[in-house]
């Protein structure tokens, strides 16, 4: 038998999974192709799982899931006072009712006795629901909030509408502060069902008045690191000079006679990456510049060990929260106009059918002749293809790099087209603050042309690095995306029937079946909505040291090298890429690598899902704040979803409210098992997904990070 853990979690995942509903022992020994000198290992296994209350023998002497089995998870309230208990390794997911929580809170790993047979579940299609019967431990330890002070009593309202209680604040430690300041306050005692939790202060981060003071709050409750270590600034202010020296140069190609530019947006001050370009005949010789930051921030060194506890650059509403100082991040590593940096190049040849012919990668030495932006490149290749006249001066050279550019990326483009790669046509938003941090503007941020060239050759170089180390055989942080569960699959068809659409799957999902989807309703009014349901009905790209390939872009090797400015991974393997290139990856720096890239991985993915959803939180709590600004006021939107409990539209400016069926007073609608539509009970209206409606703002939370509409008809 194999190791013996290894074997207990496959056989569990068997009954789990539902693959094995009731099996006599013989038959399981047959199944799993146990030799007779083992299997006295195999009623050890089964044994345990019996005693863990995973499996039982029923009077037949057959194994099955227990029917009242209990699981363990991590506890997750909803707003709506009910609560889920998730556990990820075993892909259980148990709701848990308003009265069966029993005092668990927020981020507790719980003990849950199953009230759903468990065993008469196929797939879990079914939903579990379950009854907290203990705490195994709290994880929240630290409440981002806003005291609210009366009569002498001081609570602590929580900023995440996830945890449904107040923290208790004794008086004598408040201090001079009052009702409105926002803090962190540390839990001292997690009191129980009938009794608030007790804190106390440990941060003071502001009014709630004062600029800013809003997004950081935010920033806090995520616990990402705001300030670098002491330690840290020390060793930059000692460590890291302000220009690139002649002593830097030695062993690095020289590249300061190439034309070279960047493409940013404007207001962009942490530049990574730079492009050259020529052609020879018909190929391609294209230059991928990213910044040497490893030549800087080496491995142990104070600014590496706040870098790896950060994992990310965030982009908030109004600020960035730098995954390295700004010294470095806008500063030394930063490839601006006019000065001399260091960098590490993917130089590839490519041909004119798109295929990369040959490659290298090398430290250099460049300085980039212009930054351009995003608005300026995408001028040029307009007036390219219009055949019409700049409106600005720019000398012919720049505009003759962008007509190659343009056309190498219309050739990379077309490649990855052709083996499946999913482009998502995604709005962003784009959100403009005054002084004061109140938004001004919400509009939507789309990628242009522009935009495009910059990510296909960034793509290019992130497939050719991936692919030359894995051939290597060496120790490798990977980009990877996993084909989609096929549970997952099945529930997104149920939900496209609504659109008449589907996507055909049997055995294996195949990526351009998405494709072909999102071709089939590019320019229909709900193109955005069906977008939203595909990329969430895909897992989670990550970090990983397996190379299972990408599954969106259809890429068999694929990593982050070009972005080390901002993603820990990409600083990682330019580390290995540059031992590999001075030959000093010997077995000792291989036999380290080995041992500590599964963790770095792990961690670096956790924090870049840490840095969305903080950066989603953020972009949701400023667009309340705008929207309460129009409370009164009507708009044509689009309905972008309906649940349960009520129906979200979506305006023009990328603004997402809800109009609550409870709001709805002169009707009574029942929304369709795919969730894609509603009827009305007295008139029979019908609303779909992607229909256009009139609604009115009726109330904005901030706190809740909420916009409320009512449909124009139920105005009074």
Not at 229 to 254: H, M
């Amino acid at each position: 038998m194999a190791d013996m853990n290894e074997k207990k979690d496959m056989i569990k995942s068997l009954f789990t999974g539902g693959k094995i509903k009731s099996v006599k022992f013989k038959e399981l020994a047959g199944f799993l192709g146990v030799p007779k000198d083992e299997r006295g290992e195999l009623n050890k296994i089964l044994d345990e799982l019996i005693n863990e209350n995973v499996i039982e023998l029923d009077s037949g002497k057959r194994y099955r899931l227990c029917k009242s089995r209990t699981v363990t998870g991590i506890y997750k309230p909803n707003s709506r006072g009910f609560a889920f208990v998730v556990n990820e390794e075993e892909n259980i997911d148990v709701f848990i009712g308003r009265d069966k929580g029993h005092g668990a809170i927020y981020g507790d790993e719980v003990r849950v006795k199953l009230l759903t047979d468990y065993s008469d579940i196929e797939g879990h299609n079914k939903r579990l629901e379950g009854e907290v019967t203990g705490i195994i431990s709290h994880s929240l330890e630290y409440i981002v909030g806003m005291l609210s002070i009366k009569k002498n009593t001081c609570f602590l309202i929580p900023d995440n509408s996830l945890i449904d209680f107040d923290v208790y604040i004794p008086m004598e430690k408040v201090g001079n502060l009052v009702s409105g300041t926002k803090v962190v306050v540390k839990l001292v005692d997690y009191g129980s069902k009938d009794k608030n939790p007790v804190g106390e202060i440990v941060e003071v981060i502001g009014h709630i008045n004062e600029p800013g003071v809003d997004v950081l709050s935010v920033i806090k409750s995520f616990e990402i690191p705001y300030e670098f270590s002491e330690e840290n600034l020390n060793y930059v202010a000692a460590n890291i000079k302000p220009s690139v020296s002649s002593e830097d140069c030695i062993g690095r190609k020289d590249y300061r006679n190439l034309l070279t530019v960047t493409i940013d947006g404007e207001d962009a001050k942490d530049l990574d990456d730079a492009i050259t370009i020529s052609k020879n005949d018909d190929n391609y010789l294209l230059g991928v510049h990213i910044a040497d930051v490893s030549n800087y921030v080496t491995e142990g060194n104070p600014i590496d060990r706040d870098a790896l506890i950060r994992g990310t650059s965030v982009y908030t509403a109004d600020r960035v929260v730098p995954m390295i100082p700004r010294e470095l991040s806008n500063g030394i590593c930063s490839l601006n106009e006019g000065v001399d940096r260091l960098a590490l190049s993917c130089m590839m040849v490519i041909d004119k059918s798109g295929k990369i012919i040959s490659h290298s990668i090398e430290e250099t030495i460049i300085n980039v002749d212009r930054r351009m932006s995003y608005t300026e490149t995408y001028a040029i290749i307009e007036s390219i293809r219009d055949n019409k006249a700049l409106d600005f001066d720019l000398d012919n050279k720049y505009i003759e790099m962008v007509e190659l550019m343009y056309e190498l990326s219309s050739i990379l483009r077309r490649v990855r087209y052709d083996r499946g790669a999913i482009d998502f046509e995604t709005v962003e938003s784009k959100i403009s603050l005054d002084d004061a941090g109140k938004v001004i503007e919400i509009k939507p941020y789309e990628r242009n042309d522009a935009h495009k060239i910059i990510e296909d050759f960034m793509l290019a170089a992130n497939e050719t690095i991936a692919e030359e180390f894995f051939w290597l055989e060496l120790p490798f942080v990977y980009r990877v995306h996993e084909e989609p569960d096929k549970e997952k699959l099945e529930e997104l068809n149920e939900v496209l029937k609504g659109f008449s659409l589907s996507i055909h799957a049997q055995n294996d999902i195949h990526v351009k079946e998405y494709q072909k989807l999102l071709e089939k309703i590019k320019g229909k009014d709900f193109e955005a909505v069906v977008n939203r349901l595909v990329l969430r009905s895909m897992k989670q790209a990550k970090y990983s040291v397996n190379p299972i390939g990408h599954f969106g872009l259809a890429a068999r090797y694929y990593c982050h090298f070009t972005s080390p400015i901002r993603r820990y991974p990409d600083l990682q393997i330019h580390r290995i890429i540059k031992e590999y290139l001075h030959g000093e990856l010997n077995g000792k720096r291989i036999s380290h690598y080995n041992e500590i890239l599964p963790s770095v991985a792990a961690s670096t993915s956790k924090c870049e899902r840490r840095a969305e959803e903080c950066e989603r939180d953020t972009l949701k709590m400023k667009k309340a704040e705008y929207m309460q600004r129009f409370i009164g006021h009507s708009f044509s939107g689009y309905v972008s979803g309906i649940t349960n409990w009520g129906i979200y539209v979506e305006l023009p400016n990328t603004v997402e409210g809800l109009v609550r069926f409870s709001d709805i007073t002169d009707d009574y609608y029942t929304v369709d098992k795919t969730g894609t539509s509603c009827i009305s009970e007295r008139t029979k209206r019908t609303i779909r997904i992607g229909d256009k409606v009139d609604v009115t703002v009726a109330s904005c939370s901030k706190q809740l990070k909420t916009v409320d509409f009512i449909f124009d008809n139920e105005k009074k």
